[in-house]
């Protein structure tokens, strides 16, 4: 409860718990910030709560492209640093990359694919 005291003090020592890592004072700590707000500030009635297993898939957002991408990493002293930038298709990167090579006769790359991912329930 916000300008509560109490519940600042136990929150507070429930963050020092979880920087320590003690996961037992964390505990501790959960236990008696909720008996303090049941008692204190009207809380729950009864201190147990059922959590239920929800299964989910991840897929890949068909209503977002994804992006492939390449820069070439060529080069004696430091990486070439020339990039392709966002592509929609791999083969729009292959042709960016014969391009370059071309051009340069570089031949390393270091090539990235981003995508969105959501999570669909399952059932």
Known sequence: MPGCAA???LALR??????????SAVTDANVLLRQHQRDEHGGESTGRRIFRYVPY?????????PEYEASCVSGEEEDC?????????????????RRHTQ?????RYRRSFA?????ERQG
């Open 7 to 9: 519940c600042e003090e």
């Open 14 to 23: 429930r963050d020092r718990a979880r920087a320590a890592f003690d996961g």
């Open 57 to 65: 898939t991840i897929v890949q957002d068909a209503s977002a492209q």
């Open 81 to 97: 640093g020339a990039g392709s930038g966002p592509c929609q298709a791999p083969g729009e990167v292959e042709e960016w990359q």
């Open 103 to 107: 051009e340069t006769r570089h031949l």
């Open 115 to 119: 995508d969105y991912a959501v999570l």
